[in-house]
């Protein structure tokens, strides 16, 4: 992922900004017990998981999910792939795991919401739902250049929602935080849905770490920038996740992007080891042995 990519990351604050005042009055509604951490990258491919599979590797999903027990799909952003493919996907995979498929970009990009009701996304959901128990969330990502001026179509995506399908979103024009008013609307369409609001941690654009919960999902796009301050910002986040986990989070979803992707693996399991020893989980730490072969640059 090249989103908020920058020259120097050793220029950058990377601190974790404070939660939203709202985050955890919203989790204390329905406090829970942390029942889910998937973590995960955001492809399976050799192409870019350089060094990530043992050589001789004939199925690069059936490996890669017997290392991680989740996939932030973004294949899918780029095509709609028949329902078949999905089943396949399902039955490569173990029964634990879950794929977060990325809504198709026709309807965020191209069509920006508009005509998206009913014939592109059922069209959509039709072929996800071959997923069956192992789809973990669907998201929406917007283009960055899509504001709040257009919020009605944001409206009436939300209300239009399947409520049975799990869905989060993520806005990047500043626009949308920016605003107290606008983002105050925002925050309770997404409430009132039950949609969760992505977090993006990205180098070049910390204006949009709002850290605000809209539900008892916590869903995380970590961007690293093959820097060795990627470690204090993952352990940062530990102990961010550790206290929503003590205020009755549900459910984590993170997914660990390298501006150069074959890094990814590496950073993922040294997440996992904190969050295993921090949270008391035990996750499966991916490809240790293979691990000390790689570095972040």
Not at 7 to 19: A, K, Q, S, V, Y
Not at 131 to 159: R, S, T, W, Y
Request: hydrophobic share 35%; glycine share 4%; with cysteine.
């Amino acid at each position: 992922m090249k989103f908020g990519r920058v020259d120097d990351p050793g220029n950058i604050d990377f601190t974790l900004p404070p939660d939203h005042s709202e985050t955890l009055k919203m989790l204390h509604k329905n406090p829970s017990e942390l029942t889910n951490i998937s973590v995960g990258c955001a492809k399976w491919n050799k192409a870019d998981l350089k060094g990530f599979y043992p050589k001789g590797t004939k199925d690069e999903l059936e490996y890669y999910s017997s290392q991680f027990n989740a996939i932030e799909l973004n294949a899918t952003f780029y095509r709609i792939f028949p329902p078949e493919q999905f089943s396949k996907w399902y039955d490569k995979t173990p029964l634990n795991f879950k794929f977060f498929p990325k809504i198709n970009q026709e309807i965020s990009h191209w069509k920006r919401l508009n005509e998206t009701i009913t014939p592109i996304v059922d069209h959509y959901l039709n072929s996800v739902i071959n997923l069956k128990e192992k789809l973990g969330c669907v998201f929406l990502q917007m283009h960055n250049n899509f504001a709040p001026k257009d919020f009605e179509k944001v409206i009436d995506f939300a209300e239009s929602w399947p409520k049975e399908i799990p869905l989060a979103v993520e806005f990047r024009h500043t626009d949308w935080y920016n605003d107290k008013a606008i983002s105050e609307d925002l925050y309770q369409l997404l409430e009132e849905n039950n949609i969760s609001n992505i977090i993006v941690d990205s180098a070049g654009r910390r204006d949009i770490m709002h850290m605000r919960l809209t539900n008892s999902r916590a869903f995380v796009r970590y961007v690293g920038a093959n820097h060795q301050s990627d470690y204090a910002r993952l352990d940062d986040w530990v102990k961010r996740l550790k206290h929503w986990k003590e205020n009755g989070i549900k459910e984590i979803n993170f997914f660990v992007h390298q501006n150069i992707e074959e890094a990814s693996p590496l950073l993922s399991s040294y997440l996992i080891k904190q969050l295993n020893a921090e949270l008391g989980t035990h996750l499966k730490i991916p490809n240790e042995h293979l691990n000390t072969q790689q570095t972040l640059l």
